[in-house]
């Protein structure tokens, strides 16, 4: 079985280099091209016809934006994978308007990578994803954040960024709830650049940081009914679950 093709173009050398390292241990794709510079890889890709192709907005000698432009002037259509630093929403808007499958914000984490690869490949993912999406991305953001703010959780402490992170895992895949130390935990480490002990523990501060403020009649209005009193605080996955539930429920 031949093995699926891939260009990669990363202005940042080490970044490009994990992510080459997270395909080829896969065992089902080959990069034909790792490079910085964004006119060889047009010129690489028109020649070798890959697959899919991998690419930061930033790159030498022409930008993602030019090299998803000459791409699609290709008499093929390769899927094309954004992978940047740049988080505004409107640089994501940009990309997938002009053509990339799908964008995606550094660091990666190696099983997500695979997953949303694998989707492209499949055409799971649209093509053209309007700018709807990433509108209720940025929604689905200020949601968790007013949940946050409401019980008592302060946006400056590092358990806010791993809860937000962690809701948003258990709205996409409900199950990785009952897989918490094996995956959630490791998974938010990884984008994080922490250890998922770190993360354990942020999340737990940042639980009993709302409780110890004595919110809690806030906590149970945000969700509807008395689950909880001042000396009932539930665990990190119990918390998790309950906004995670909240959120689908409203059509997150």
């Keep these: 079985m031949s093995k699926i093709k891939v260009v990669l173009l990363d202005n940042n ?7 080459r390292g997270i395909l080829e241990a ?18 690489h890709i028109s020649s070798t016809r890959p697959d899919l192709i991998i690419t930061d907005l930033l790159l030498e000698s022409i930008d993602g934006y030019e090299l998803i432009e000459r791409v699609r002037k290709l008499d093929y259509r390769p899927k094309i994978l954004v992978i940047s630093s740049l988080k505004s929403d409107e640089f994501a808007i940009k990309a997938m308007e002009m053509g990339a499958s799908y964008f995606m914000l550094k660091p990666v984490d190696k099983e997500v990578l695979l997953k ?37 959780i302060p946006a400056h402490i590092k358990g806010y960024q791993f809860l937000r992170e962690a809701v948003k895992m258990a709205i996409d895949e409900p199950e990785v709830i009952n897989s918490i ?71 997150a």
């Design 13 to 19: 050398e080490k970044e490009r280099g994990e992510v």
């Design 116 to 152: 949303r690869c694998q989707a492209i490949l499949r055409g799971d993912l649209a093509e053209r994803p309007s700018t709807q999406k990433v509108m209720h991305k940025r929604n689905l953001d200020e949601r968790l954040s007013n949940i946050f703010i409401t019980v008592g």
């Design 181 to 251: 130390t094996k995956q959630l935990y490791p998974s938010i480490a990884s984008r994080f650049s922490t250890s998922a002990s770190k993360v354990e523990r942020a999340i737990r501060h940042a639980i009993e940081v709302a409780w110890n403020r004595g919110k809690i009649e806030n906590i149970n209005s945000v969700f509807g009914i008395k689950i909880y009193d001042s000396n009932d605080k539930p665990t990190n996955g119990e918390f998790i679950a309950l906004v995670a539930d909240k959120m689908l429920m409203e059509g």
């Design 26 to 43: 896969s065992g089902d794709y080959e990069v034909t091209l790792d490079c910085a510079n964004g006119m060889k890889g047009v010129e």
